[in-house]
């Protein structure tokens, strides 16, 4: 890969992450002197492609301070790619260390930045650790919109199973369309993950799966000392039922008043 790109205007970095469909690098931006996140397409194809556009083209106009903002979807030659604001952070679980306090703020700030997505009628699908970051002064931002598509969409750009298997909800395994209590549930396995000092399930990917399709886990208090209204939480964002599960209002409602 060359190191500039667009007549020399991106100077590429460093890597920050790899997907399946895309490398994101930190770039120096020379038309705007400063240094962006900038996602490259890694294979040309007409599928891949369209998914890439899709991805930028879903979330341009979203502007939150939750959200990671994208800022322009460019070609060089047959290499496409798409700037978006660089993230100077840490993921979620290494910044809330085992602190409550500072869970309860994380997840506050990451339930409105999903409340955002989802009024938009978007479905993340991939909330995990290394999508959620958190900056140095406590501002949650939700990244990479790889796995998005329309909120309870039938016809899906997808007709197999997405996301990461560990925060995935059981609705998803199905491979059909999805709502917006697949990213509360995903939610509820970050929670879990903090409290609990693991995942709700485990084992292989398959494993886990079917795991959750047949049980919801012990609440996060079988394995560790946790806070009651914690407990509680988490244990309704992994309801196997979606219609059980709590959304942003009640999510912040429950963090704000709960016993300490």
Same mark, same amino acid.
């Given at each position: 890969m060359?190191r500039k790109l667009?007549?020399g205007r991106?100077?590429?970095?460093?890597?920050?992450g790899?997907g399946g469909m895309?490398?994101?690098?930190?770039?120096?931006?020379?038309?705007?002197?400063?240094v962006?996140a900038l996602k490259?397409?890694r294979?040309?194809g007409?599928?891949?492609?369209?998914?890439?556009? !899709?991805?930028?083209r879903?979330? @341009?106009d979203l502007?939150?301070?939750?959200l990671?903002?994208?800022?322009?979807?460019?070609a060089?030659g047959?290499?496409?790619?798409?700037?978006?604001?660089l993230?100077?952070g840490v993921?979620?679980?290494?910044?809330?260390d085992g602190?409550p306090?500072r869970l309860?703020a994380?997840?506050?700030?990451l339930?409105a930045g999903l409340?955002?997505l989802?009024?938009?009628?978007?479905? !993340?699908r991939?909330?995990?650790?290394?999508?959620?970051? #958190?900056?140095?002064?406590g501002r949650v931002?939700l990244?990479?919109?790889?796995? #998005?598509?329309?909120?309870d969409r039938?016809?899906?750009?997808?007709?197999?199973i997405v996301?990461?298997?560990a925060?995935?909800?059981?609705e @998803?395994t199905?491979a059909?369309?999805?709502g917006?209590?697949?990213?509360?549930?995903a939610?509820g396995?970050?929670l879990?993950e #903090?409290l609990a000092?693991r995942l709700?399930?485990e084992?292989?990917?398959?494993?886990?799966?079917m795991?959750?399709l @047949?049980d919801e886990?012990p609440p996060?208090?079988t394995w560790?000392?946790?806070?009651?209204?914690l407990?509680?939480l988490?244990?309704?964002l992994?309801?196997?039922?979606?219609?059980?599960?709590p959304a942003?209002?009640e999510i #912040?409602?429950?963090l704000g008043?709960?016993?300490?």
């Open positions: 060359p667009v007549e991106f100077e590429l970095i460093r890597v920050l790899e895309g490398v994101v690098y930190a770039a120096r931006d020379a038309e705007r002197g400063e962006v490259l397409l294979r040309i007409g599928e891949e492609l369209f998914r890439f556009k !899709h991805e930028f879903a979330l @341009q502007r939150h301070p939750n990671v903002t994208l800022r322009e979807l460019l060089d047959e290499t496409w790619l798409y700037t978006m604001d993230v100077d993921d979620l679980l290494t910044w809330v602190d306090e309860r994380a997840v506050i700030q339930a409340d955002a989802h009024g938009a009628g978007k479905i !993340h991939d909330i995990k650790p290394s999508n959620v970051l #958190v900056t140095r002064d931002v990244v990479d919109f790889g796995l #998005v598509t329309e909120r039938g016809d899906s750009l997808d007709e197999h996301g990461t298997a925060y995935m909800a059981p @998803q199905r059909g369309p999805v917006a209590a697949a990213d509360w549930y939610v396995c970050l879990y #903090v000092g709700p399930f084992g292989t990917a398959i494993d886990v799966l795991q959750k @047949q886990p996060p208090s560790r000392i946790v806070a009651a209204d407990d509680a988490c244990v309704d992994l309801r196997t039922d979606p219609a059980r599960r942003a209002a #912040v409602r429950r008043g709960g016993a300490r």
